[in-house]
């Protein structure tokens, strides 16, 4: 038997001294599978599960199925877990995730609880809603729909962008802040019990695709605000384009990123990021930096 992407799971179970605290991977060595030269030749899992503590996964998807790669996150409550995107690839046949994180979750720290499962995104673009049809219809299961008023509706803010607010998953509160500018229903998600901060697309070690460039720098600037009242221990975006020399980034369809950046980003990215939207200016430019690129479009 192959045990593929559960032997991580396997492994802790069997030998997990349960001291959760120490147990946090450490995100800035952890090897994620980057693809192949030839894809008919990779044996990787169509995604990759990685536990991160007791509650909280971070999933990628094979660059063999699509060159997006994007990174999908779990994080479990005591009455609910969210999931944050679902991907570049409808097929289940090709892309199980909805068997994935069932999985998961009937695994994780709440096993006898039926979790009901939300299902949100960073933000409407097709490599990270691709799958959501395999979560539609399921039960005890919602699936957020893509468009801001969806959002605003769900997660009950009133003052798009600028209100950040808390949704509860049961004794663990996540803080969702709307980060429009990427794309116009971009959010980033804050979880103050491992303070990581997921920025989706609108930071992440690769090209940083700006629509709207006056709500992108708004929207960098209310982070960084944000940043300043809480403590941030790693920025997670959902791609890794850039290579591990600074400046060089992979071109857009690469399939096999054997050098790749690291996927977890810090504060002095954010401000790095922020104070060159600053001396830009009005104008939308790209620039490049050694861990991202500034790369409007339209
Ligand atoms: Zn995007
Ligand atoms: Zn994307």
Request: with cysteine; hydrophobic share 35%; charged share 25%.
């Amino acid at each position: 038997m192959k045990l593929g992407p559960y032997k991580f799971l396997l492994a802790f179970v069997l030998f997990c001294s349960c001291d959760y605290s120490e147990k946090d991977i450490i995100l800035d060595t952890q090897k994620w599978i980057h693809g192949s030269e030839n894809c008919e030749e990779n044996s990787d899992p169509a995604i990759q599960i990685v536990q991160y503590n007791d509650d909280t996964w971070i999933l990628r998807q094979n660059k063999c199925t699509n060159y997006e790669a994007p990174f999908m996150f779990l994080f479990l409550g005591e009455k609910k877990a969210l999931l944050m995107d679902t991907g570049a690839t409808a097929d289940e046949n090709i892309f199980p995730l909805y068997k994935t994180v069932k999985k998961i979750i009937s695994a994780g720290p709440n096993k006898n609880k039926d979790l009901e499962l939300i299902v949100a995104h960073t933000h409407k673009h097709g490599d990270h809603y691709a799958a959501d049809a395999q979560f539609d219809g399921k039960p005890n299961t919602s699936l957020i729909g893509l468009e801001v008023a969806d959002i605003k509706a769900f997660f009950k803010i009133s003052n798009w962008p600028d209100q950040i607010v808390d949704f509860d998953l049961g004794n663990r509160k996540m803080i969702i802040i709307p980060i429009p500018g990427h794309e116009a229903s971009s959010i980033a998600i804050y979880d103050p019990s491992t303070k990581i901060l997921l920025t989706g697309d609108s930071l992440y070690p690769g090209r940083l695709y700006v629509k709207n460039w006056a709500a992108y720098k708004r929207s960098i600037e209310r982070l960084v605000e944000f940043t300043d009242t809480n403590n941030i221990s790693a920025i997670l975006g959902n791609h890794i384009e850039m290579s591990r020399k600074p400046g060089i980034d992979y071109p857009i369809q690469t399939i096999y990123q054997p050098e790749e950046h690291q996927l977890p980003l810090n504060i002095k990215h954010l401000k790095e990021l922020s104070n060159a939207l600053t001396k830009l200016g009005d104008q939308p430019q790209m620039e490049i930096h050694d861990s991202f690129i500034i790369y409007p479009i339209d």
